[in-house]
């Protein structure tokens, strides 16, 4: 077959490393339906969804478990990262490359995370039992110590509230050394989740130079809008870790640019607008972002730098948002050179076209997003997932294919690919 791209872009299915789809337990806020069109309108065919779910993910079985919920009811094809409790990382030991390579870990409390593991010891262990088990840790690596302390001094209700109004300087810097201390000791490899600031990324990158297995990820959210955002929307654009500075928004555009970033990841963590209503120290933090991701980067892309080639600026996106996510969740070779053919995932992308993402295109079971009203650059006009055509759009109209989306195999990170 035979397709005319019309001398538009085509750009390989993209991976999103970061995804909260909320099942099961919290389906009042997104499902795989609504998140699998979300996903394929904004040209991911592939996901990997977060743990914190309820209850939280844990274990292979509960992972084979969810994957047969998932079955027909869903566009994109999908993996999960597992979560882990301080008290017990032994079930991470019996988790093949079939079911994870990776688990997240929450480093501070919020909301939406179930499992914190804060204790010191716990955390030497569950970096040990990590690197044993052969698995990527994935970091939510904040310092809840900064938010109690800054919270209780401005007399803010406890938790997740004040913490942004302040934007200290310090937000995850005290536990991204932490971070980098352990896997010193344990040889973990780590990728550090949605860096928000200027100091994180110094730190990363200084740590990846010096040998360490350290990678990180930013967000679209945290390259999209600043601290002002919160202070003007409310808990609308609030999320955690909390939105910067503008030069820290701009020390991750160079980061992005400069290669210093590993992956892009949409952190799509929808709440419903009741939900988000509510009083800040009790509205959940989280945006909703898997449909709007790649063209709200490639915008701030075009708008950084207008006179780079929008071929560079694809092929950063293309390296982002699938080669090195996919090689360090060890999908590579499903979705790459070794099985030619079977995996047939592309997107045709108008780089050029400018547009609004109305109320009515917006795909998330929750109906919002932080993006209303922006004007973008760059369209996904196509997205094929295995050779079908899972999104296309033409004259306003969106069209959706069959919810086939599957649960994909995957190597150990770090293995030799077998040949
Ligand atoms: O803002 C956030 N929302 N950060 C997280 O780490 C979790 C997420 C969610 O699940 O809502
Ligand atoms: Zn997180
Ligand atoms: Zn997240």
């Given at each position: 077959?035979t397709?005319?791209?019309?001398g538009?872009?085509?750009?390989?299915?993209?991976?999103?490393?970061?995804?909260?789809?909320?099942?099961?337990?919290?389906?009042?806020?997104?499902?795989?339906?609504?998140?699998?069109?979300?996903?394929?309108?904004?040209?991911?065919?592939?996901?990997?969804?977060?743990?914190?779910?309820?209850?939280?993910?844990?274990?292979?079985?509960?992972?084979?478990?969810?994957?047969?919920?998932?079955?027909?009811?869903?566009?994109?094809?999908?993996?999960?990262h597992?979560?882990?409790?301080?008290?017990?990382?032994?079930?991470?030991?019996?988790?093949g490359?079939?079911?994870?390579?990776?688990?997240?870990?929450?480093?501070a409390?919020?909301?939406?995370?179930?499992?914190?593991?804060?204790?010191?010891?716990?955390?030497?262990?569950?970096?040990?039992?990590?690197?044993?088990?052969?698995?990527?840790?994935?970091?939510?690596?904040?310092?809840?110590?900064?938010?109690?302390?800054?919270?209780?001094?401005?007399?803010?209700?406890?938790?997740?509230?004040?913490?942004?109004?302040?934007?200290?300087?310090?937000?995850g810097?005290?536990?991204?050394?932490?971070?980098?201390?352990?896997?010193r000791?344990?040889?973990?490899?780590?990728?550090?989740?949605?860096v928000?600031?200027?100091?994180?990324?110094?730190?990363?990158t200084?740590?990846a130079?010096?040998?360490?297995?350290?990678?990180?990820?930013?967000?679209?959210?945290?390259?999209?809008f600043?601290?002002?955002?919160?202070?003007?929307?409310?808990?609308?654009?609030?999320?955690?870790?909390?939105?910067?500075?503008?030069?820290?928004?701009?020390?991750?555009?160079q980061?992005?640019?400069?290669?210093?970033?590993?992956?892009?990841?949409?952190?799509?963590?929808?709440?419903?607008?009741?939900?988000?209503?509510?009083?800040?120290?009790?509205a959940?933090?989280?945006?909703?972002?898997?449909q709007e991701?790649?063209?709200a980067?490639?915008?701030?892309?075009?708008?950084?730098?207008?006179?780079?080639?929008?071929?560079?600026?694809?092929?950063?996106?293309?390296?982002?948002?699938?080669?090195?996510?996919?090689?360090?969740?060890?999908?590579?070779?499903?979705?790459?050179r070794?099985?030619?053919?079977?995996?047939?995932?592309?997107?045709l992308?108008?780089?050029?076209?400018r547009?609004?993402?109305?109320?009515?295109?917006?795909?998330?079971k929750?109906?919002?997003?932080?993006?209303?009203?922006?004007?973008?650059?760059?369209?996904?006009?196509?997205?094929?997932?295995?050779?079908?055509?899972?999104?296309?759009?033409?004259?306003?109209?969106?069209?959706?294919?069959?919810p086939?989306?599957?649960?994909?195999?995957?190597?150990?990170?770090?293995?030799?690919?077998?040949?």
């Open positions: 077959r397709l005319d791209g019309g538009r872009h085509l750009l390989p299915g993209l991976i999103d490393s970061h995804v909260h789809f909320r099942t099961p337990g919290l389906t009042h806020k997104e499902d795989w339906a609504h998140a699998g069109r979300a996903a394929v309108a904004g040209g991911v065919t592939t996901v990997i969804d977060m743990p914190n779910t309820l209850p939280p993910l844990h274990t292979a079985e509960e992972a084979h478990r969810k994957a047969e919920l998932l079955a027909g009811t869903t566009l994109v094809d999908h993996r999960f597992l979560g882990v409790t301080g008290d017990d990382p032994s079930p991470l030991r019996s988790v490359p079939r079911e994870a390579t990776s688990v997240k870990v929450f480093l409390g919020h909301h939406t995370a179930p499992d914190v593991v804060r204790d010191p010891a716990q955390l030497e262990k569950v970096f040990r039992t990590a690197a044993e088990a052969g698995l990527r840790l994935l970091l939510h690596a904040e310092d809840d110590a900064v938010f109690g302390l800054l919270d209780s001094w401005r007399g803010a209700p406890a938790g997740y509230g004040g913490y942004e109004r302040h934007r200290p300087r310090s937000g810097i005290v536990a991204v050394a932490r971070v980098v201390e352990l896997v000791r344990h040889g973990t490899a780590v990728h550090v989740l949605h928000s600031s200027a100091e994180e990324a110094d730190l990363l200084a740590a130079h010096t040998g360490l297995p350290v990678t990180f990820e930013v967000t679209p959210h945290h390259l999209s600043t601290a002002t955002e919160t202070s003007r929307t409310g808990a609308r654009a609030r999320l955690s870790p909390a939105l910067r500075d503008r030069s820290d928004r701009e020390r991750l555009w980061a992005v640019v400069g290669g210093e970033v590993a992956t892009l990841g949409s952190d799509h963590a929808p709440h419903t607008r009741a939900e988000k209503l509510r009083p800040p120290a009790e959940p933090p989280g945006l909703p972002g898997v991701m790649l063209t980067v490639h915008t701030g892309l075009r708008r950084r730098a207008p006179e780079d080639s929008p071929d560079a600026q694809l092929s950063c996106l293309a390296r982002l948002l699938a080669e090195r996510p996919a090689g360090l969740f060890g999908l590579d070779e499903r979705k790459g070794l099985r030619p053919g079977l995996d047939a995932d592309f997107v992308f108008d780089a050029d076209e547009w609004m993402l109305a109320p009515g295109a917006i795909q998330s929750c109906g919002w997003s932080a993006y209303e009203g922006w004007t973008m650059t760059g369209r996904v006009l196509r997205t094929v997932r295995r050779g079908e055509t899972v999104y296309s759009h033409a004259d306003g109209q969106a069209e959706f294919g069959s086939d989306g599957r649960w994909l195999d995957a190597r150990r990170p770090g293995d030799l690919v077998p040949r």
